[in-house]
């Protein structure tokens, strides 16, 4: 499965980094338009500090590869 526009869109706008999981499942939580499905591929992410959104959307792709 493909991270959605919605997620890519929220992890390259609106969080600041560098960031933790911990922080950006916080966020995602906060949106009701993101679907459950992608904040599975969310909770899934490596615990470490991320220092940019491609790092969060590689994390990601690597986990669904």
Same mark, same amino acid.
Request: glycine letters at 0%; aromatic letters at 4%.
């Given at each position: 499965?493909?991270?959605? #526009?919605?997620?890519? /869109? *929220?992890? @390259? #706008? *609106?969080?600041?980094? !560098? %960031? %933790? ?5 916080? /966020?995602?939580? $906060? ?6 499905? $992608?904040?599975?591929?969310?909770? @899934?992410? !490596?615990? #470490?500090?991320?220092? $940019? +959104?491609?790092?969060?959307? #590689? +994390?990601? +792709? %690597?986990? %669904? +590869?």
């Amino acid at each position: 499965m493909r991270i959605s #526009k919605d997620v890519e /869109q *929220h992890v @390259r #706008k *609106h969080m600041q980094y !560098p %960031t %933790t999981k911990e922080k950006i499942l916080a /966020q995602c939580d $906060n949106m009701v338009e993101i679907a459950s499905s $992608n904040k599975e591929l969310v909770e @899934r992410l !490596p615990e #470490k500090t991320y220092r $940019n +959104a491609d790092e969060v959307i #590689k +994390a990601i +792709a %690597t986990d %669904t +590869a």
